[in-house]
C-alpha cells in the first residue's frame, strides 16, 4: 500500500521485507519500529495511515478526501460483508491456510475486528493502541484465537462487533463530532482519527479480498456480495497477496 503511493506520485523507493537478514539488521538498527514504516534518511515513521502520512512526511500531494463520516459507514457495510462471507464457511475452510502469509480466514478475521475494536477505544481515550508488528497487539489476538473454538463462537463474535461497530457509527457519525481531531499512535506520533477510519477500511477490504481470493484458487463457493465496489473511493493494491 505504501509502496503503490509512492510509485503513483513518482517517488523512486527500496521495499525491504524484515524477515530478510539485511533488511532485519537495518529494522534492528532503527530501534526495532512497528511495521510498515517509512525511513527519510535517519528519521522513521511507524505508518498507521500510510497514505495520508507520507504524504505529509515527503509534501506530496494527498489523496481526495473522504468524508469521515462515509468511512465510518462503509465499515459498517464491511462488518456486514465479512459476516456474509464467513458465517456460511465450514470450520475446515475457516482454519485452512491463504496466500496472506500462511494466515487463516479466522485469523485475518480477529486480525481486522480487533483493529477496528482498538479503532473505538481510541475515540475517547485519544489513543490508538494497534500496530501492525506489535507483541502485545499478536499476544491479544492469540488468546481471542484460543477462545473461537466453532463457526458458532465465529458468528457470536462478529455479531458482537458487528453491533459495537455500528453503536459507535450512529454515536459519533451524526455530523457534530470532530472526526478530524487527532490520537497518538503507538509511538506517540498524532494521526488524525479520520486517517485512521480509512486505514482501517482499507484494512479491513485487503483481507476481505484475500479471503475470497483464497476461497476462489481452492474452488470454495461463497457469498462476497460485490461489497467493494461499493466502497467509494476505496484504492486496493493491484495484487491481492
Known amino acids: 500500500m505504501a509502496g503503490e503511493f509512492l510509485g503513483e506520485r513518482g517517488v523512486r523507493f527500496e521495499s525491504l521485507d ?3 537478514e539485511r533488511a532485519r539488521a537495518r529494522w534492528l538498527d532503527a530501534g526495532s519500529p512497528p511495521v510498515p514504516a517509512l525511513a527519510v534518511g535517519p528519521r522513521v515513521v511507524s505508518l498507521i495511515a500510510p497514505r495520508a502520512q507520507i504524504a505529509a512526511e515527503l509534501g506530496l500531494p494527498g489523496d481526495p478526501a473522504l468524508d469521515a463520516a462515509s468511512l465510518l459507514w462503509d465499515l459498517v457495510s464491511l462488518h456486514e460483508a465479512w459476516t456474509a462471507l464467513l458465517k456460511p464457511l465450514s470450520w475446515s475452510v475457516l482454519t485452512m491456510p491463504t496466500p496472506s502469509r500462511g494466515r487463516t480466514p479466522l485469523e485475518l478475521a480477529v486480525n481486522v475486528f480487533h483493529g477496528l475494536r482498538r479503532t473505538i477505544e481510541a475515540w475517547p481515550t485519544g489513543r490508538f493502541d494497534w500496530a501492525t508488528d506489535d507483541d502485545a497487539r499478536e499476544a491479544a489476538e492469540a488468546e481471542l484465537l484460543a477462545r473461537l473454538r466453532s463457526p458458532d463462537d465465529l458468528a457470536r463474535y462478529l455479531a458482537k462487533r458487528s453491533a459495537a461497530w455500528r453503536e459507535f457509527a450512529v454515536e459519533v457519525g451524526d455530523g457534530v463530532a470532530d472526526l478530524e481531531r487527532t490520537v497518538a499512535d503507538p509511538l506517540g506520533s498524532r494521526v488524525a482519527f479520520r486517517d485512521i477510519l480509512e486505514s ?21 463457493p461463497h457469498r462476497s456480495g460485490g461489497a467493494l465496489e461499493r466502497l467509494h473511493g476505496l484504492r486496493l493494491p493491484e495484487q491481492p497477496f
Open 18 to 20: 524484515i524477515g530478510e
Open 200 to 220: 482501517q477500511r482499507l484494512h479491513a477490504a485487503v483481507h476481505l479480498r484475500q479471503i475470497t481470493h483464497a476461497l476462489d484458487a481452492a474452488a470454495i
